[in-house]
């Protein structure tokens, strides 16, 4: 009965959503103030019928209701309770079901939110997102229903993988869908802008925050990604430039570069059409990630759902809202007024530089992404990209941008001195030459590109940090002159800086990965020593024992430092008999400067007691996450901005009635 | 002009749905061979059955004829098998086999009970040879030309649809070729 | 969403691999220098079944047998070069995970050079377009430099 009830309330939110895409669009465009106020309750609406529907498949999970084909295919009653609930999101169509609820939980945010936007706008924004809402709800009813049944019902499910058994992989979707849908609120922002025919720096401050956010939950997202694969697999490496990698990387790459244009657009009311563009581009780019991922046009190991219908039906839709934006933009960018004036040397010109770094940054990794695809569909050949091509291109993109990022925020508006922020740099550059003669010492030596990371990592770290002193006038004035100062600064100006600092742990980290790790492999019997990067490590033991829904294999080794005990590490070798596959969780030690990572690898033949262990050294690794965790504070941070909250004075008023559509 | 700037990402885009729409009827997953039209990589494997033919580079020339990779732990295998059973006993066809990476008493029982197409077969142990060819999974299949080159790859197991549009007539024609 | 990652799906139509790890201890060549570079090179060669990760990374048998076979030939004197020629004659240049520079691929490796120029060169027209004229025009008297600075300082003070 449950999931009757779920499979119901999703074809209400279908007709919730087709309402909600056509009336007020049509009201705002006749100035009928009746019409478009229809937005706000089908918004809250559709998503409250779609939150049913996903707490009917959540209850179907967490019940273990085998009679429903998603949850025998995904789920087993031996599973804990966590990984029950992180099923409904483990598969095509649960996952589905996830992207509408949080496409339309933003609608929802907006329409009760959005008292300070113009009615016109709201309703067309409004009406946007229920297009989308409408195409996806769409393709989940006819492709992807996930409450078929079965009959007769099978005793037990099949499980999830094992791979998604995981604390890390079970919150990831979440965060990651949060960013992708996220930026769905730019697109509907551009897109009511371009029917609108208007953008003014009141539009910019009211899609900034949603941008913010959605970049904060990718943020996080990416984030949880790439950790779950550093401890999941085996061996420390956190990034593969894997196209599903790759589909999440981009959006966030162009929701980047959004972030920043949108911010000339307020200050200066400059870079409209382009910035525009971006955030058309930047939803485009999660739309062409979903059907990357589901389609199976790029071979990625680990695209689910691989179905030429769905195929079809994402690209469909894909073409639908992506062309139909670009044609908007087409017809209308071109009468957008030019905006303020500004000199190269600039805030403005460096946000330029920014987004012109980014913008190529992203056009690589698509190229290289989607080369195979291009090559093959011309009948030229095949051809591998992988993380040689992207590491040879995709670097020298940034080092220019983070070089750029500590001088960007120093400069002023309009027209600013070059030579002066970057003397007001000395100090960072400084501080930049201890940290490389820090780590020359410290690792004797090392690769060239490892020092030019450290000098980034910390160019771009104590840059930020030097702008902020700087605007607190930290230690030229007193204290509590600062101190008044650094309360009164403006949130989005300490979310920069925290989210520049971040990047600058971040870079840290992975270059400390890249540079300067050691591994040690070797077979090891119980009682046997190794030594790894002035580490002893003892093999204690090997204990086997059933856990939940798996057998595991854990073993046991003693981490000393000259004689000195440590920890005791339990590396584990995970056996899912149902799914019959195996995982591997490494025992991580980390003091927050560097890992000790050890895995336990498989019982050597011949009965001599033996295992293959691997042992690394993790220098700097954990901050590539501490970083991604600091950035992603500070976009929060930044979202707290009170102007965000109040919305803009002169527009609200001159807007409260409903203006009929401006002519050109 | 100026307009044309704001077409071109529409323009392009357009572009890319083509390629997309494309790319949706390819199967990613095929690897064409590097050793289309050229000749058999030097190898010799020693029989897998005790009164049998091994299988050499040399014993590839002078008629057209299959080379099948196989292997009895293989499932996709046993879908294949009836296929190249046809193959060789009604059509006439000569296949031969290398045996990847397979224990012989499981390939013997295995041949034992869903019949021999095989006119001969190399055993290779240790997947070295199969490298050579190009291997990259089992089953698959190669149509060698009478000097001893390989003319066409499948990766995957034979279907008899398989057979008919693409292998047949090959074979034909290569025939023809050397009557000719 | 990283979904069924690394699980090597592709990897059906080879048996199913008992768990193991890339690299084993056994593969291990004793001369450190030489070990090094065939991680190196193997990191640029991709594992056939897995489709997306390199034989460094891949627990399939074929990598496995791939990787034995760059010691192989590094031990036999190859330079990395041609181990990697060697590979690439049976398997094609779909092995490369860095693929070559060659007519096919011109736009791949040209391509992100060629967006960037041209952004630039956009860029650049945009700022020319945007430069104020007036501050610099005629009649206009430039600003002293303690004028310049007094400016700047209110700017600043303004963002």
Known sequence: ?664 | MRRLIYILPLGLFVVLAGYFAVGLTRDPSVVPSALIDKPVPEFTLPPLLKDGQGLASAELKGKVQLVNVFASWCVPCRVEHPVLMRLAKEQGVTVKAINYKDKPEDAIRWLNQGGNPYAAIGADQDGRVSIDWGVYGVPETYVIDAEGRIRYKVVGPVMPDEVERHILPLIKSLQGDLQG | MTGVVRACLAALLIAVASPAFAVQPDEVLRDPAMEARAREISKELRCLVCQNQSIDDSNAPLARDLRVLVRQRLVAGDGDGEVLDYVTARYGDYVLLRPPFKASTYVLWLGPIAVLLLGALGAALFLRGRRPTVVGGEGATPLTPEERQRLDRLLREDS
């Open chain 1, 1 to 664: 009965m449950i999931p009757e009830l779920g499979h119901y309330a999703l074809v209400l939110a279908l007709f919730l959503a087709l309402v909600q895409a056509t009336l007020p669009l049509i009201g705002a465009a006749r100035g009928d103030i009746a019409w478009m106020d229809v937005a706000k309750p089908a918004a809250i609406g559709q998503f409250t019928m779609i939150l049913v529907s996903f707490l009917a498949l959540t209850y179907a999970y967490v019940v273990s209701d085998f009679s429903v084909l998603n949850v025998v295919q995904n789920s087993h009653s031996m599973k804990p309770m966590l990984y029950k609930v992180a099923g409904v999101w483990g598969n095509h169509e649960g996952s589905m079901l996830l992207w509408v609820l949080i496409l339309a939980m933003f609608g929802g945010a907006v329409a009760l939110f959005g008292h300070n936007l113009p009615p016109t706008l709201k309703a067309r924004v409004l009406s946007v997102q229920a297009m989308i809402g409408v195409a996806f709800l769409l393709f989940i009813i006819a492709t992807s229903n996930p409450f078929i049944r079965v009959d007769p019902a099978p005793l037990d499910g099949t499980d999830l993988n094992p791979l998604l058994q995981d604390p890390g992989l079970a919150f990831h979707p979440p965060f990651l869908y949060f960013g992708y849908v996220g930026f769905s609120m730019a697109f509907s922002f551009a897109v009511a802008a371009l029917i609108e025919g208007r953008v003014d720096p009141a539009w910019a401050r009211w899609v900034r925050p949603w941008t913010l956010a959605a970049w904060s939950g990718l943020t996080m997202g990416i984030a949880l990604g790439s950790w779950w694969a550093y401890y999941e697999l085996g061996w420390g490496g956190w990034w593969f430039w894997d196209p599903v990698e790759n589909a999440s990387f981009m959006p966030w790459l162009a929701g980047t570069a959004l972030l920043h244009s949108a911010i000339v657009v307020e200050k200066r009311d400059a870079l409209k059409s382009w910035t525009i563009l971006l955030a058309i581009l930047t939803f485009t780019l999660s739309l062409i990630g979903t059907f990357l991922v589901r389609s199976g046009v790029l071979t990625s190991v680990h695209a689910f759902a691989v179905d030429p219908a769905r195929g079809v039906f994402i690209l469909a839709l894909l073409v639908i809202a992506t062309a139909g934006a670009l044609l908007l933009y087409a017809i209308r960018a071109p009468s957008m007024k030019m905006g303020g004036l500004f000199a190269p040397i600039s805030r403005e010109g460096a946000l330029v530089l920014n987004n012109l770094l980014l913008s190529t940054a992203t056009a690589t990794v698509f190229l290289g992404t989607l080369y195979p695809l291009f090559l093959d569909a011309i009948d030229a050949g095949k051809v591998s990209v992988g993380p040689p091509f992207f590491n040879a291109t995709f670097i020298p993109l940034m080092v220019p941008l983070i070089a750029a990022m500590s001088v960007g925020p120093l400069l002023a508006w309009k027209r600013a001195d070059l030579a002066g922020a970057l003397s007001r740099l000395k100090f960072a550059a400084v501080l930049t030459v201890i940290c490389v003669l820090g780590a020359l010492y410290a690792y004797q030596g090392g690769p060239v590109m490892a020092l030019l990371g450290v000098a980034l990592a910390a160019w771009a770290f104590f840059g930020a940090i030097i702008e902020l002193t700087d605007r607190i006038k930290l230690f030229r004035a007193p204290l509590a002159e600062s101190w008044r100062r650094a309360v009164g600064l403006p949130r989005s100006s300490w979310g920069m800086t925290i989210a520049h600092a971040g990047m600058g742990v971040a870079i840290a980290g992975m270059t400390g990965s890249a540079a300067w790790m050691t591994e040690r492999i070797q077979v090891m019997r119980p009682g046997d020593t190794a030594q790894i990067a002035g580490y002893e490590l003892r093999f204690d033991q090997v204990e086997e024992r059933p856990i939940a829904n798996y057998q595991a294999k854990t073993g046991t080794f003693t981490l000393s430092r000259n004689g000195e005990f440590l920890a005791t590490l339990h590396p584990e070798e995970r056996w899912f008999p149902v799914s019959r596959m195996s995982t591997t969780e490494a025992a991580i030690r980390t003091n927050w400067v560097s890992d000790l990572y050890v895995v336990l690898g498989q019982e050597q033949q011949g009965g001599t007691g033996g295992y293959a262990t691997r042992l690394y050294h993790h220098p700097l690794v954990p901050w590539i996450w501490i970083g991604c965790v600091i950035m992603m504070i500070g976009g929060c941070v930044s979202l707290s901005d009170r102007r965000f909250r109040i919305g803009v004075p002169a527009r609200a008023k001159r807007d409260r009635q409903p203006t009929p559509q401006p002519a050109e």
